[in-house]
Structures are given as structure tokens and as C-alpha cells.
């Protein structure tokens, strides 16, 4: 379930950076003398200045970037186990009987049915806790990138258990509702009805859900300000949609992002960013992120997403009858319909996104690639950007494999950016600083 909602409330979310903490204070000061000597250079090589960039983040750091970076292939796995596990609780331990016959004391269909999903929402959410604590509080700690307390962490942590329950609630007790009353075809209905709701989510976030967790305001007047309606003036965006927000409260990392659908769509940069950055690297990640609002990525992203969930809930059909058929007596689901399948058909879910991450992650990674040409266009700060991609490298591994990248990452890897700020350089070399 927790795939599901991720997959739906997918944002494009950008350019997170974390602070560089003492010891990689070196670091710093070698990106400082990369800048010039890439700057410097009278006869440019695309190949030795992306190397150079490169060669910015070595040692303990760069180990660092990476251990953090693979961890999280294996936490992908392990999530997904961990979530078979879950279900398995419900189906084989006799959970979900349990909740069921708490549920029919209800008398109405639908109720009793919301009942269960509210039941399933807090004890899923409970039993994948010890899982949380460590992912999202630990690790995060572990490698230095949270500045959230547990207090604070764990708040947030309910904060979004609230958000689930209200909205998601609903929404699956309106797809077995469906489940009833379309018979074979309730898989195009549930489809049609995901779409709606992820375009529904997207559209109520920057309003309702985002202010939830971070104060949004709009950025305070001055040179940069300026400079920033400037760039949004010469792409024909809204000026009024470029806000902040107090990031800084959670993490150390820089972030920009583009959210919202249709009249919320909105750019908004985090506070790190702002503290951060050199006006040059504020423009160029504000370059990249007008790129998503001008390439009108919410939208392509709806249809390309749509396309997905269309065989995502085939597949669910398909997988949901064959399993019911034959074990459904054993873990006391009745039918495809009876809300009892909750656990299977949620964990069905997790286990079908997790194969389709490298679609999704590549979907999400050609969208990302637009944004950076965009922004070298828009911004005209290649060397800017190339720093800002060292920064991001920081947390994420710089270097993959090209197998690697094309399945974990949702973003292009340092290397590729820098590459490409390179090379948009090469071809700019009179007309850029
Ligand atoms: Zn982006």
C-alpha cells in the first residue's frame, strides 16, 4: 500500500542536496577549485571537465555517497519482503478474520467495509513501524542527512498515517464498492477511478497536504526575486507561483520542486536551497524546475502514470482471481470482491510496482533529463549546475553503471548532468561566464 500512495502522490521532487558536513569540508573547498579551473580552461574538453567535476568527491565521501545510495537497493527488497510478511499476518495469522468480524457489526456494506480498511490502514502501518523507525530515523541520522528529533519525526511519521487514512480510506472503499457492482470489468473502473484520484491528490497537495508539513510562503522581495521572475517572465510562467518553504526543519538537504495540477501547479524552493546556494546555483536549479512547469510534465506524467496503472490493475485482475481461487477459503477471503482481500491486494500492488521500478524510475529520470536542458537553456549557468550536481552527490551515487542508473535511479546520475552541462557549455563557450 505504501508503494501504491507513494506511486500516486509522486511528485516531481528535485534536486535534494544535503549539507556538507566538517569533515567534508575538503570537499567544499576542492568544488571551489574546480569552479575556477573548469572555468579557466582555454581549450575545453567535454570528457576532462566532466572528470574533473568528478574527481571533486573522493575518498570517505564518495564512499560514503555510495554506501548510502546502495543501501537503498536493498531496502527496496527488504521492504517488499517486509510487506509479504505483513500480509501474512492478516491472511495466514487470522488478523484479518478478526478485523472482519469486529467490521460486521456494522450492518451497512459499505461501512463495514471502510471499517476494515481503517482497521487495516493503522495495524499495517504499526506492524511496518520498526521498519520506519529504521529507513526513515535511523538510517537518515546514520548518514547525518535528518535534523528531525524522533518527537518531531514520529509526529510527522502520524501526520501522514492521518493523511493515508482520510483520503486513502475512502478512496478503497470506493474501489470495492466498484468491486461489487462492475463484476469483471471493476479492473477498468478501479483504473479510471486511481487516475482521477492520483490527479485529485495532485491537485489538493500544494494547498492542503504540503502545508501540513512545511510552512509555504512566497519568496521575499529582493535582487534574487527579481531575477528569478525575471527567468519565469521570459518562459511565459505565472510569476506569483514561485513560493519557500522552511525545509530545514527536516533535513539538511536542498530541495526544489514542481507540484500541483492544473490552477495549483506551482515551483517552490526550500529554505537549505536558499542558505545554501550561490544566486547562479539558485537560477540554475530554478532553471531545471521551470523546466518541468514549461515542458508541462504534471500532465504528461497523468497519461504516462495512467498508462501504468491501466496494466497495473490488469495484472492485479489476473493475479487477485487465480490467487482467491485457490487459496481464498484458507485466508478467509469469500471473493474478489469481499473486502477480507485487502492485505493480498495491497501487497499484489507493492510487488507489482517493485518489478515495474525500473519503468517508473525511467519514466520519471527522461522527465528529469528534459528539466536539466531546459534549465542550461533557461539559466545559461552550466558550471552552476554542474556544482549543484556534485552537491546532490553528496547522498546519491555519482558514478553508476548504466544498468544501475536505467533501474535505481529516478533522477539522472551526477556524471550524466554534469556531462551535459558540459556539453551545452562546449557549445556556449563564448556567450556564457
Ligand atoms: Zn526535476
Given at each position: 500500500?505504501k508503494t501504491?500512495?507513494f506511486s500516486?502522490?509522486?511528485?516531481?521532487s528535485t534536486l535534494v542536496i544535503a549539507n556538507p558536513t566538517?569533515s567534508t569540508?575538503?570537499v567544499?573547498?576542492?568544488?571551489?577549485?574546480?569552479?575556477?579551473?573548469?572555468?579557466?580552461?582555454?581549450?575545453?574538453?567535454?570528457?576532462?571537465?566532466?572528470?574533473?567535476?568528478l574527481?571533486?568527491l573522493y575518498g570517505e565521501a564518495r564512499q560514503k555517497s555510495d554506501s548510502y545510495f546502495e543501501g537503498g537497493y536493498v531496502l527496496q527488497v527488504v521492504n517488499l519482503f517486509y510487506g509479504l510478511l505483513v500480509?501474512?499476518?492478516?491472511?495466514?495469522?487470522?488478523?484479518?478474520?478478526?478485523?472482519?468480524?469486529?467490521?460486521?457489526?456494522?450492518?451497512?456494506?459499505?461501512?463495514?467495509?471502510?471499517?476494515?480498511?481503517?482497521?487495516?490502514?493503522?495495524?499495517?502501518?504499526?506492524?511496518s513501524f520498526p521498519l520506519s523507525v529504521y529507513t526513515d530515523y535511523i538510517r537518515e541520522h546514520n548518514y547525518g542527512l535528518s535534523n528531525l528529533?524522533f518527537?518531531?519525526w514520529?509526529?510527522e511519521n502520524?501526520?501522514?498515517?492521518?493523511?493515508?487514512?482520510?483520503?486513502?480510506?475512502?478512496?478503497?472503499?470506493?474501489?470495492?464498492?466498484?468491486?461489487?457492482?462492475?463484476?469483471?470489468?471493476?479492473?477498468?473502473?478501479?483504473?479510471?477511478?486511481?487516475?482521477?484520484?492520483?490527479?485529485?491528490?495532485?491537485?489538493?497537495?500544494?494547498?492542503?497536504?504540503?502545508?501540513?508539513?512545511?510552512?509555504?510562503?512566497?519568496?521575499?522581495?529582493?535582487?534574487?526575486?527579481?531575477?528569478?521572475?525575471?527567468?519565469?517572465?521570459?518562459?511565459?510562467?505565472?510569476?506569483?507561483?514561485?513560493?519557500?518553504?522552511?525545509?530545514?526543519?527536516q533535513s539538511k538537504r536542498v530541495s526544489?520542486?514542481?507540484?500541483?495540477?492544473?490552477?495549483?501547479?506551482?515551483?517552490?524552493?526550500?529554505?537549505?536551497?536558499?542558505?545554501?546556494?550561490?544566486?547562479?546555483?539558485?537560477?540554475?536549479?530554478?532553471?531545471?524546475?521551470?523546466?518541468?512547469?514549461?515542458?508541462?510534465?504534471?500532465?504528461?506524467?497523468?497519461?504516462?502514470?495512467?498508462?501504468?496503472?491501466?496494466?497495473?490493475?490488469?495484472?492485479?485482475?489476473?493475479?487477485?482471481?487465480?490467487?482467491?481461487?485457490?487459496?481464498?477459503?484458507?485466508?478467509?477471503?469469500?471473493?474478489?470482491?469481499?473486502?477480507?482481500?485487502?492485505?493480498?491486494?495491497?501487497?499484489?500492488?507493492s510487488m507489482?510496482f517493485f518489478f515495474a521500478t525500473p519503468?517508473t524510475n525511467?519514466?520519471i529520470r527522461?522527465?528529469?533529463?528534459?528539466?536539466?536542458?531546459?534549465?542550461?537553456?533557461?539559466?545559461?549557468?552550466?558550471?552552476?549546475?554542474?556544482?549543484?550536481d556534485m552537491m546532490l552527490s553528496e547522498y546519491r551515487k555519482v558514478d553508476p553503471g548504466k544498468w544501475e542508473e536505467i533501474f535505481f535511479f529516478d533522477h539522472p546520475s551526477g556524471r550524466v548532468?554534469?556531462?551535459?552541462?558540459?556539453?551545452?557549455?562546449?557549445?556556449?563557450?563564448?556567450?556564457?561566464?
Open positions: 500500500m501504491f500512495l500516486l502522490f509522486i511528485v516531481c566538517d569540508q575538503v567544499k573547498d576542492s568544488l571551489r577549485t574546480a569552479v575556477d579551473t573548469v572555468q579557466t580552461t582555454t581549450v575545453f574538453n567535454v570528457d576532462s571537465s566532466t572528470h574533473q567535476w574527481s571533486t500480509a501474512l499476518v492478516f491472511l495466514k495469522l487470522g488478523l484479518g478474520k478478526q478485523m472482519k468480524r469486529l467490521a460486521g457489526k456494522v450492518k451497512n456494506t459499505n461501512l463495514q467495509n471502510l471499517v476494515y480498511i481503517i482497521l487495516y490502514f493503522l495495524l499495517s502501518w504499526l506492524l528529533t518527537v518531531g514520529f509526529t502520524l501526520q501522514g498515517l492521518g493523511v493515508g487514512i482520510v483520503l486513502g480510506a475512502p478512496m478503497v472503499t470506493l474501489l470495492y464498492f466498484a468491486l461489487r457492482k462492475t463484476g469483471k470489468r471493476w479492473w477498468i473502473w478501479g483504473a479510471t477511478g486511481s487516475i482521477i484520484f492520483m490527479m485529485f491528490i495532485s491537485f489538493i497537495a500544494p494547498v492542503f497536504i504540503s502545508p501540513i508539513f512545511n510552512k509555504y510562503e512566497p519568496l521575499e522581495e529582493g535582487p534574487l526575486k527579481q531575477e528569478i521572475l525575471s527567468m519565469a517572465r521570459a518562459n511565459d510562467i505565472p510569476a506569483e507561483n514561485v513560493y519557500k518553504f522552511d525545509a530545514s526543519k526544489a520542486n514542481v507540484s500541483g495540477f492544473a490552477s495549483t501547479t506551482r515551483i517552490s524552493l526550500n529554505d537549505n536551497l536558499l542558505n545554501r546556494c550561490t544566486p547562479a546555483e539558485i537560477k540554475a536549479v530554478m532553471g531545471h524546475e521551470m523546466g518541468h512547469y514549461v515542458l508541462n510534465h504534471v500532465y504528461k506524467g497523468v497519461i504516462e502514470f495512467g498508462v501504468l496503472i491501466f496494466i497495473v490493475f490488469a495484472l492485479l485482475n489476473w493475479l487477485l482471481n487465480k490467487l482467491i481461487s485457490t487459496r481464498g477459503a484458507e485466508w478467509g477471503i469469500e471473493s474478489i470482491s469481499d473486502v477480507a482481500g485487502l492485505p493480498l491486494l495491497a501487497f499484489l500492488i507489482i519503468v525511467t519514466m527522461t522527465q528529469e533529463m528534459e528539466a536539466d536542458q531546459f534549465g542550461l537553456n533557461a539559466a545559461r549557468e552550466p558550471d552552476a549546475e554542474a556544482h549543484v548532468r554534469i556531462e551535459t552541462a558540459m556539453k551545452w557549455k562546449a557549445e556556449h563557450l563564448n556567450d556564457c561566464k
